[in-house]
């Protein structure tokens, strides 16, 4: 089974950075999609970005150029490194593993505020 262990979130000022990490343990079927999510309080869970294992990438259009997805396979961590933050990309991000199973992660607070 697959468990997934999010981290790096914080406070960040309006322009700043914040490198989300995603730590991965479990046995991964050979065809699997990694994903980062965000929920803000009182609107729905959004995809922000996805990660196939053949290393295809998309990304929502809210956060084109602004973040990128990435992964090492050597540290089995799942990254989202976040630029150009603005107040509106304040959530709660949770990274999901989608294979012949599914897992979530706890999710961790990014909060941008001056």
């Known amino acids: 089974q697959v468990q997934l262990v999010e981290s790096g979130g914080g406070l960040a000022q309006p322009g700043g950075s914040l490198r989300l990490s995603c730590a991965a343990s479990?046995?991964?079927?050979?065809?699997?999609?990694m994903a980062w999510y965000r929920q803000a309080p009182g609107k729905q869970r959004e995809l922000v970005a996805t990660?196939?294992?053949?290393?295809?990438?998309t990304y929502a259009d809210f956060v084109k150029g602004r973040f990128t997805i990435s992964r090492d396979n050597a540290k089995n961590t799942l990254y989202l490194q976040m630029t150009s933050l603005t107040p509106e990309d304040t959530a709660v991000y949770s990274c999901?593993?989608?294979?012949?199973?599914?897992?979530w992660g706890q999710g961790t607070q990014v909060t941008v505020s001056s």
């Open positions: 990660l196939t294992s053949t290393g295809r990438t």
């Open positions: 999901n593993y989608a294979g012949t199973q599914n897992a």
């Open positions: 479990g046995r991964f079927s050979n065809i699997y999609v």
